[in-house]
């Protein structure tokens, strides 16, 4: 009897080899390219542990670079594409667009109302949600809040300089969290978070829970992207129930309070109730989430980033702090949204930490349709992921020479206009780019302008040089997060 159970467990051991070495051959039998898997990770092998998944898929880019303009790979037993040429990229994104509208994201609508927005949408839904929508995005409209972004900025300041009478040494990541914590409840769900103030808050709170998500979560969100149907019979969500329920409860009595009060506000919440005849509360809530959760992470890295490198470069700050400080002298000491834009150096600085730091730096695609590669017999089968490295585009010497160099002169007025189309995509590209991108710009650049004409900032004790990067992480964040030393200047 045992001898019978042992022979049974064997040929399923036997079965379950031979197709798994069947699968890590997917690509190789229909004449790609591939990288070599091993089980059970695919080619992810040391992703989350030792490297983040875009160090990862960097490997494999110098690897097959110069050979194709695509490699076949394997997230854990799944065939994805990883994009490698820059016009293979622009086919993806743009060009072929009709062929790789969807991002191959999972959502569940009777489960999960919250996670079911212009990310997640696909097709014909999702069209029709970002025509409405794009109007709400527009610079005019950004400007509008400019003033609460604004206003806020200034109480950062204020907080920074008063922690330190304890310290000079920060640990800047967790402030400029809270800082777009504060911003974006504003502008997003209209009301005030005031996690500058007090982080115990009961937002700040569901806010952390957001994006400090269990091994659980992550496996959940794995299983639902590669089997939705099956996710969606066992009610899986896309976004934790507890933080999905308690944003979606905030928004709806925001909405409710605001038309019984007919409070005008510039904000994203007058915004979107211009669209309450369109889109159920539901509905309207979930993008509010999207500007929320996007711009949350993404922002607070940009400007964690970028402070990284102007500690570390004293020449650049300095040239940065003469710009803010010319525009503030020659406008009566106010910050303005023209003045703003028409901060030349900051922009080039923000594009350079961009170009080093991409806060999503791996957007993909799914592919609709069997698609037939332009200029080759090679085919993609219909439903397979498609993904774009941004770390190794913004850091290939052929497009950025000596690219871990923190160099903002490489987008001047000058120089930009060399930059290979689709080698720098902080924010993607095509029509399904990242739809807050302005506000998102907007917020960093005033953030950084705040604490650059305040203080100066220099690497301490605590700063980890090189950065290390959290390798389990989606977005790329600093792993110990971020100690700067700061000195008020007078």
Same mark, same amino acid.
């Given at each position: 009897?045992?001898?019978?159970?042992?022979?049974?467990?064997?040929?399923?051991?036997?079965?379950?080899?031979?197709?798994?070495?069947?699968?890590?051959?997917?690509?190789?039998?229909?004449?790609?390219?591939?990288?070599?898997?091993?089980?059970?990770?695919?080619?992810?092998?040391? =992703?989350?542990?030792? +490297?983040?998944?875009?160090?990862?898929?960097?490997?494999?880019?110098?690897?097959?670079?110069?050979?194709?303009?695509?490699?076949?790979?394997?997230?854990?037993?799944?065939?994805?594409?990883?994009?490698?040429?820059?016009?293979?990229?622009?086919?993806?994104?743009?060009?072929?667009?009709?062929?790789?509208?969807?991002?191959? +994201?999972?959502?569940?609508?009777?489960?999960?109302?919250?996670?079911?927005?212009?990310?997640?949408?696909?097709?014909?839904? @999702?069209?029709?949600?970002? =025509?409405?929508?794009?109007?709400?995005?527009?610079?005019?409209?950004?400007? +509008?809040?400019?003033?609460?972004?604004?206003?806020?900025?200034?109480?950062?300041?204020?907080?920074?300089?008063?922690?330190?009478?304890?310290?000079? *040494?920060?640990?800047?990541?967790?402030?400029?969290?809270?800082?777009?914590?504060?911003?974006?409840?504003?502008?997003?769900?209209?009301?005030?978070?005031?996690?500058?103030?007090?982080?115990?808050?009961?937002?700040?709170?569901?806010?952390?829970?957001?994006?400090?998500?269990?091994?659980?979560?992550?496996?959940?969100?794995?299983?639902?992207?590669? @089997?939705?149907?099956?996710?969606?019979?066992?009610?899986?969500?896309?976004?934790?129930?507890?933080?999905?329920?308690?944003?979606?409860? %905030?928004?709806?009595? %925001?909405?409710?309070?605001?038309?019984?009060?007919?409070?005008?506000?510039?904000?994203?919440?007058?915004?979107?109730?211009?669209?309450? !005849?369109?889109?159920?509360?539901?509905?309207?809530?979930?993008?509010?989430?999207?500007?929320?959760?996007?711009?949350?992470?993404?922002?607070? %890295?940009?400007?964690?980033?970028?402070?990284?490198?102007?500690?570390?470069? $004293?020449?650049?700050?300095?040239?940065?702090?003469?710009?803010?400080?010319?525009?503030?002298? *020659?406008?009566?000491?106010?910050?303005?949204?023209?003045?703003?834009?028409?901060?030349?150096?900051?922009?080039? =600085?923000?594009?350079?930490?961009?170009?080093?730091?991409?806060?999503?730096?791996?957007?993909?695609?799914?592919?609709?349709?069997?698609?037939?590669?332009?200029?080759?017999?090679?085919?993609?089968?219909?439903?397979?992921?498609?993904?774009?490295?941004?770390?190794?585009?913004?850091? *290939?010497?052929?497009?950025? $020479?000596?690219?871990?160099?923190? *160099?903002?002169?490489?987008?001047?007025?000058? !120089?930009?206009?060399?930059?290979?189309?689709?080698?720098?995509?902080?924010?993607?590209?095509?029509?399904?780019?990242?739809?807050?991108?302005?506000?998102?710009?907007?917020?960093?650049?005033?953030?950084?302008?705040?604490?650059?004409?305040?203080?100066?900032?220099?690497?301490?004790?605590?700063?980890?040089?090189? =950065?290390?990067?959290?390798?389990?992480? $989606?977005?790329?964040?600093?792993?110990?997060? +971020?100690?700067?030393?700061?000195?008020?200047?007078?």
């Amino acid at each position: 009897m045992l001898s019978e159970i042992l022979l049974g467990i064997t040929l399923i051991i036997f079965v379950v080899y031979l197709w798994v070495k069947k699968r890590f051959r997917y690509w190789s039998d229909l004449g790609f390219l591939q990288g070599d898997p091993s089980f059970p990770m695919g080619t992810l092998s040391g =992703v989350g542990t030792k +490297m983040t998944n875009a160090e990862k898929l960097n490997v494999y880019y110098r690897e097959f670079k110069g050979k194709a303009s695509f490699v076949g790979l394997y997230n854990f037993l799944s065939p994805i594409i990883l994009a490698i040429d820059p016009e293979f990229v622009k086919n993806i994104l743009v060009r072929d667009f009709q062929s790789f509208h969807d991002r191959g +994201m999972y959502y569940n609508k009777e489960d999960d109302p919250l996670g079911v927005s212009t990310l997640t949408l696909n097709g014909q839904e @999702w069209k029709e949600r970002r =025509v409405k929508l794009t109007p709400i995005f527009t610079s005019g409209k950004i400007k +509008m809040m400019f003033d609460i972004v604004d206003i806020i900025s200034n109480k950062l300041a204020r907080i920074l300089e008063d922690e330190m009478a304890k310290s000079n *040494d920060l640990e800047m990541r967790s402030w400029l969290q809270k800082f777009t914590i504060d911003n974006i409840g504003n502008v997003a769900f209209g009301i005030e978070p005031n996690c500058l103030e007090d982080e115990t808050t009961e937002f700040t709170f569901y806010c952390r829970k957001m994006i400090n998500g269990s091994f659980l979560e992550a496996i959940k969100f794995l299983f639902s992207v590669e @089997w939705p149907d099956l996710a969606r019979k066992l009610h899986l969500t896309f976004i934790n129930k507890e933080v999905g329920d308690f944003f979606l409860k %905030t928004f709806i009595q %925001t909405l409710d309070d605001r038309e019984a009060s007919q409070i005008d506000r510039n904000d994203f919440v007058k915004l979107l109730l211009g669209l309450k !005849n369109t889109y159920t509360k539901d509905q309207l809530a979930a993008e509010a989430f999207l500007v929320f959760a996007g711009g949350f992470e993404t922002s607070s %890295t940009l400007m964690t980033f970028a402070l990284y490198e102007l500690a570390l470069h $004293p020449d650049i700050q300095d040239r940065l702090r003469e710009e803010i400080l010319s525009g503030f002298e *020659d406008n009566d000491g106010k910050l303005t949204y023209e003045m703003l834009v028409g901060f030349k150096y900051l922009d080039m =600085v923000v594009n350079e930490a961009l170009r080093k730091y991409p806060p999503i730096p791996i957007p993909m695609r799914k592919c609709r349709t069997t698609y037939q590669i332009p200029g080759s017999e090679l085919v993609i089968p219909e439903g397979t992921i498609v993904q774009v490295n941004l770390l190794s585009l913004h850091y *290939d010497p052929e497009y950025f $020479p000596e690219p871990e160099n923190f *160099d903002p002169e490489r987008f001047n007025e000058e !120089n930009v206009k060399n930059i290979k189309p689709y080698t720098h995509l902080p924010f993607g590209e095509g029509p399904r780019n990242c739809l807050g991108m302005r506000f998102g710009l907007m917020q960093s650049k005033i953030g950084i302008v705040k604490i650059i004409k305040s203080f100066k900032v220099s690497p301490c004790e605590k700063t980890s040089i090189p =950065v290390k990067l959290k390798p389990a992480s $989606p977005f790329l964040a600093p792993n110990d997060g +971020m100690w700067l030393n700061l000195t008020k200047i007078e």
